[in-house]
């Protein structure tokens, strides 16, 4: 009966011990577990001896750093308690402002007053007792040398309107005028009706003659005179616009028509006292009458002097239009 019971407790006490020695190596795995983890091992494929001793003696790193196997390649990053690193500064393109543009050149003088403008003067405005004598030039010179010694012999001054043809064919005469100290005026350049011409064409004649008045030493701007006389409110417009005058006459003597027209000294002399007012613009021409060869206006012109000085004017050139 002992013998039974002593091998029962036997039995019992083996299966005790193995289930103690069970709960042991559960216990000991348990507690191992929870031990730092070993460095992961190399990417890189090892052989031999090296990969035993890179197995055997794991290199340990500080918890939450990363091995030096998987680092990438860039500059560490600031400890998270540092003061952030400001962006650099970026400095704005430097605009540099362009000098202020120099001022603009004073506007040209006005070649003749405003209050002229649109008209074909006939008389000088506001000019008082003086006379202005004029001479036309558009056919031969034969009456120049005698009006040139007249006017100097009296000490007056005239203006003289020549066209472009004329003074191209009297070079002499066109310096000789300005020799005596008178003032030259235009006439076009080959004496047409300004009313049949258009704007470019009238801009031509006038281009032309001062060219021409140029080469002679003259300058004739800005007087100008409508060949025989003849205007619109176009042509004068397009003569302003080039920065002419135009200047008509209070009285024609009429001595361009010679003895062969009925006209006299006389008559020539008569006329232009008949007409006499102050600012007075009296028409005279330099050349003789085609058909006789008189130059009555020349003739006339030593008679036509004293009277008027007689009648208490003076003379002037068409300058006072200009102010």
Known sequence: MWSIFAGRRRRVLALVAAVLLV??????????SGGPPAAAPSTAPATGAASASV???????????????????RP???PS?????????????????????????????????AALRGADVEVIPGAGPVVALTFDAGANSAGLPSILRTLGAAGVRATFFLTGNWASAN????ASIVAAGHRVGNHSMTHPGFTSL????IAQQLAGAQAAITAGGADSRPLFRFPFGERDARTIAAVNAR????????????????????VTVQIVADRALAGLQPGEIVLMHI?????????????????????IRQAGYGFTTLDALLG
């Open 23 to 32: 709960v042991g190596a559960v216990v000991t795995a348990v507690v191992l």
């Open 55 to 73: 197995t055997s003696s794991p290199t340990r790193t500080a918890p939450g750093t990363p091995s030096p196997a998987a680092t990438p390649s």
């Open 76 to 78: 560490p990053l600031p």
């Open 81 to 113: 308690s540092a003061a952030p690193i400001p962006p650099p500064a970026t400095t704005a393109p430097v605009t540099q402002t362009p000098p202020p543009p120099p001022p603009p050149p004073p506007a040209p003088a006005a070649p003749f007053p």
């Open 171 to 174: 070079p002499a005469g066109v």
């Open 198 to 201: 258009t704007d470019a064409q």
């Open 243 to 262: 920065g002419y005058l135009p200047v008509r006459w209070t009285v024609d003597t009429l001595g361009w028509k010679g003895t062969s027209g009925g």
């Open 287 to 307: 050349g003789s009458n085609p058909d006789d060869g008189t130059t009555l206006d020349a003739d006339a012109l030593p008679q036509l002097i004293n009277r």
